[in-house]
Each structure stands twice: as C-alpha cells, then as structure tokens.
C-alpha cells in the first residue's frame, strides 16, 4: 500500500518550488498535486493522457475545450486527452489533485 497525506504533498511541492508534484507513478496511471494561487496564469497545454481533477481546496473557472465551469472543494473534473483546458479566474488559493491515465510523460 502507498498512503499520502495532502498536507505533507502540500510542503513538498512548496518545497521544490513547483507547481507540480507528481507523488505517485504506477503502469497504468499517475497522480500529482497541482497549485495555482489566487490570481496566477494557469500555463497548461493539452496533454497526451486523459486526467482527473479532484478540487481539494480553493475556487476558480475551467475551461474545458468550449465549456466553462466553476470548480471548488469536492469538484471532480474529466479533461480528454488532446482537449485544451485551463483554470482562470483563481479568486482562492487553489490545489488539485490530477490523475493522468496511461502515466504522464
């Protein structure tokens, strides 16, 4: 079994000076947390692999190809392989938890 702790993750990334944690790395599928703060431009381009997003805090909009929503503590969130998507309009500290399937570059 691997077990994480967010708030551990959460130091590491802050660590590294990253937006960025990838924390788990399997054949099938990886897992990272990812942080925006209130107000940042979200750099994203499409990735080869579908992905999960799971808001575990903050709020903001996601755009997903032509589709926009509202995301918060609890929003879950499937992106396409190959679909352009992007958070904006950050209004609170924002960190996610991604799953990509196959395993990110």
Do not use: C
Not at 84 to 95: C, N
Request: net charge negative; no cysteine.
């Amino acid at each position: 079994m691997k077990a994480f702790r967010l708030d551990e993750l959460e130091a590491e990334r802050a660590a590294n000076d990253g937006a960025y944690l990838q924390f788990l790395r399997e054949r099938n599928m990886s897992v990272g947390l990812y942080a925006l703060d209130a107000g940042q431009h979200d750099p994203q381009n499409p990735h080869n692999q579908d992905e999960v997003y799971l808001v575990v805090s903050g709020r903001a909009s996601l755009t997903v190809g032509l589709e926009t929503t509202q995301v918060a503590r609890g929003s879950v969130v499937y992106v396409p392989a190959g679909v352009a998507h992007k958070f904006h309009h950050i209004s609170e500290d924002l960190r996610v938890v991604v799953v990509f399937s196959p395993p990110e570059g």
